[in-house]
T-cell receptor, first 113, second 114 residues
Framework: AQSVTQPDIHITVSEGASLELRCNYSYGATPYLFWYVQSPGQGLQLLLKYFSGDTLVQGIKGFEAEFKRSQSSFNLRKPSVHWSDAAEYFCAVRGGGADGLTFGKGTHLIIQP | DGGITQSPKYLFRKEGQNVTLSCEQNLNHDAMYWYRQDPGQGLRLIYYSQIVNDFQKGDIAEGYSVSREKKESFPLTVTSAQKNPTAFYLC?????????????FGPGTRLTVL
């Protein structure tokens, strides 16, 4: 069974600073990997996804993520955060079957002025 | 506007009562999913459906039931057998069955058991 670990429960970043959110996954084959963002009390919005090809994936809102097979990681980055980026971020993995996503426990991003 | 709607936004239930959460999509998606979210726990899959009249248990199906009589609707019933039902429930859908198909999420229903 697949699993996802997001080691950081909370991260605080100053506005304008760079951001990296960590994600490690466990899956026997090449996984489908996703990053979602959730504002308080809302549903989830997809930021980006990866399955194959270029290991650096560009997403919406200026986010990117890099897949590193050797480290089983799929870290999310943004060069300069904005106050509106404050939210909960979830990394998720999906196997090859037509079932649901397996989510990490999330990282809560706080933006300092 | 295409999307997923969930109702109600907030739901209160007394212990021992069954309650049904609504999920409707007008995206013409084949697959639909129910997730449960608890604080600090991420999302966990309850049930999913690949096609009308077919559904599969997810990781935490005990105490829940679903139906898929129409393509656009996938209601979730939280039964009295669910020991800790207070949570945020999210419905999602995807166009097809491929692993890379994006899952679109509804706004969620917050269920509180009194």
């Amino acid at each position: 069974a697949q699993s996802v670990t997001q080691p950081d429960i909370h991260i605080t970043v100053s506005e304008g600073a760079s951001l990296e959110l960590r994600c490690n996954y466990s899956y026997g084959a090449t996984p489908y990997l996703f990053w979602y963002v959730q504002s308080p009390g809302q549903g989830l919005q997809l930021l980006l996804k990866y399955f194959s090809g270029d290991t650096l994936v560009q997403g919406i809102k200026g986010f990117e993520a890099e897949f590193k097979r050797s480290q089983s990681s799929f870290n999310l980055r943004k060069p300069s955060v904005h106050w509106s980026d404050a939210a909960e971020y979830f990394c998720a993995v999906r196997g090859g079957g037509a079932d649901g996503l397996t989510f990490g426990k999330g990282t809560h991003l706080i933006i300092q002025p | 506007d295409g999307g997923i709607t969930q109702s109600p936004k907030y739901l209160f239930r007394k212990e021992g009562q069954n309650v049904t959460l609504s999920c409707e999509q007008n995206l013409n998606h084949d697959a639909m999913y129910w997730y449960r979210q608890d604080p600090g726990q991420g999302l966990r899959l309850i049930y999913y459906s690949q096609i009308v009249n077919d559904f599969q248990k997810g990781d935490i199906a005990e105490g829940y039931s679903v139906s898929r009589e129409k393509k656009e609707s996938f209601p979730l019933t939280v039964t009295s057998a669910q020991k800790n039902p207070t949570a945020f429930y999210l419905c999602a859908s995807s166009i097809g069955l491929a692993g890379l198909d994006e899952q679109f999420f509804g706004p969620g229903t917050r269920l509180t058991v009194l």
